[in-house]
């Protein structure tokens, strides 16, 4: 072998560098993927169809009421509810609270949650499996409960130095239409949202041995902001269970009397926020009155019943040993929990036996409170929790059907009412189809739905349904416009009736 000269070796060491870069971005490329995120914020061109942008990015928003009453107009749905209280129990897993593979929690973990456990039971409470993407780590979570998207692996490192999250958001839709937010618990909601809340007393996760104080920080304003009606949104991250589970992991000493901790809260918050029946009929009572009033004095009157939206949510589990970040089920099988006042579901397994994205949490919320779901947004509406709050809302409202009557027979017909159907759980779907499709055209520039014409054949019901094939880019066209056309004529069916 001849002898290696300085030019061949000078020749290997630039080859080994170029190799070793080359296999370096490879890795960085599909380790961290970059996720290129749409800016701007959804606005009022989210209720028309894609194919019918009548606003454009420059055209400016209106003032906080005026938009409000804008996306009510617009969305063709009234709002559920008027204020949420979105309660965030760090590291929690759902199966702690729902059990597992159709079976319920044990004996020790229902014990230490016996309200809870009594909701999901009575049907008032409806819970999910709400997997979440990795990294399983609270920052990267949160974004994705509140923006819909899923961001990429890099942000484990930006999750101890977070900046505020420029995306379009709820809590940016919700502080658009003039909400009120009260923020109590993990500092990170202020490092994304700086200067959003209205009052905040956030504490820091870097202290993981503090399981007490961390969240008496949180509970020690409850009383006072339950309380309080001058905020929209009350945010509570409780982080000493997942500090626990750093401590001693799932099975330690302290997790019972930590999910008691937690049981009272909700229990405390329920109590406080359910409108009991008796509180109905003083609300009819009071319509009544009202409306002999503006009867004799000619007053008109806007008539909003106050309703809280309570959701339970954690934003990932644990493994055994009390870690998270990685994707195992353990870790992924975060919890979400609607509370309301009445009945959600029939019986215990349709109140626990259920799964959904953490992403879906983002247009679910946003529909339910009136606003645009946030442009990045690929979570799917959870049409179930929708149907359980809109009947649950009607069940409400029952007792004001005589005062509607009177209402539509002495003040005309202009003088509109709501009432919930099937038709506006329909219209919430649509809507968020048509985010998605925002969403995939933009992302994939040759998918164009719009100009889209498929060879669309006579079904029975002379519909012109077609059968979908060819490309995947195809297939999704013809789906999105199959779905077009059967809510085209369901509608055109309701009408008719
Ligand atoms: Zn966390």
Redesign the pocket.
């Given at each position: 072998m001849p002898p290696l000269t300085c030019s061949g070796l000078t020749t290997c060491s630039i080859a080994a560098v170029i190799v070793q870069m080359v296999g370096v971005s490879l890795f960085m490329l599909g380790f961290f993927p970059v996720k290129p995120t749409l800016s701007g914020v959804s606005g009022p061109e989210s209720f028309r169809p894609p194919d019918h942008e009548v606003y454009n990015l420059t055209t400016p928003l209106p003032p906080p009421t005026h938009l409000k009453s804008l996306y009510q107009e617009l969305s063709e749905i009234p709002p559920s509810f008027d204020r949420l209280i979105l309660m965030v129990i760090?590291?929690l897993p759902a199966e702690f609270v729902l059990g597992k593979d159709g079976q319920p929690p044990s004996k020790a973990l229902t014990d230490a949650m016996p309200y809870t456990q009594s909701l999901l039971k009575n049907g008032m409470a409806i819970g999910y499996h709400a997997k979440a993407a990795p990294p399983t780590?609270?920052m990267p979570?949160l974004k994705a409960m509140v923006s819909g998207a899923i961001g990429g692996f890099l942000d484990v490192a930006f999750n101890f130095n977070t900046q505020a999250l420029l995306d379009d958001n709820l809590l940016g839709q919700f502080f658009s239409i003039g909400w009120k937010m009260v923020m109590l618990g993990d500092e990170t909601w202020l490092k994304l949202f700086p200067g959003l809340f209205t009052r905040h007393d956030g504490v820091s996760s870097f202290y993981v041995k503090d399981t007490v104080q961390v969240d008496q920080n949180v509970s020690r304003h409850l009383g006072y902001e339950l309380n309080r009606d001058d905020w929209d949104l009350l945010i509570l991250h409780y982080l000493g269970l997942?500090h626990v589970g750093h401590i001693g992991g799932r099975n330690s000493v302290l997790m019972t009397p930590k999910l008691m901790e937690m049981d009272e809260v909700v229990k405390m918050i329920h109590l406080n926020t359910i409108v009991p029946q008796d509180d109905i009929k003083r609300q009819t009572l009071l319509v009544g009155a009202i409306l002999i009033s503006s009867l004799l004095f000619g007053l008109s009157f806007v008539f909003t019943p106050q309703t809280c939206a309570y959701v339970v949510v954690s934003?990932?589990g644990m493994t055994d040993n009390g870690n998270h970040g990685g994707s195992s089920y353990e870790e992924t099988d975060s919890l979400v929990l609607f509370i309301g006042p009445t009945k959600y579901a029939s019986d215990y397994a349709s109140a626990t036996h259920n799964t959904a994205y953490q992403v879906d949490i983002a247009p679910t919320l946003a529909l339910l409170f009136g606003v645009p779901i946030p442009k990045n947004n690929v979570g799917v509406l959870i049409a179930e929790i929708f149907t359980s709050l809109t009947e649950d809302k009607n069940q409400i409202k029952k007792p004001n059907v005589i005062v509607v009557f009177i209402v539509q027979n002495c003040l005309g017909p202009n003088f509109t009412t709501t009432t919930i159907s099937n038709d506006q759980q329909l219209r919430a779907l649509e809507l968020n189809s048509w985010q998605l499709l925002r969403l995939l055209e933009a992302q994939l520039p040759g998918l164009s739905c719009r100009s889209f014409n498929s060879d669309g054949f006579s079904d029975d019901q002379g519909l012109g349904i077609s059968k979908c094939s060819g490309s995947m880019d195809e297939m999704f066209c013809c789906l999105y416009r199959n779905a077009k056309l059967l809510h085209s004529s369901w509608k055109l069916k309701t009408v008719s009736r």
């Open positions: 760090d590291g780590v609270t979570r997942d934003d990932h």
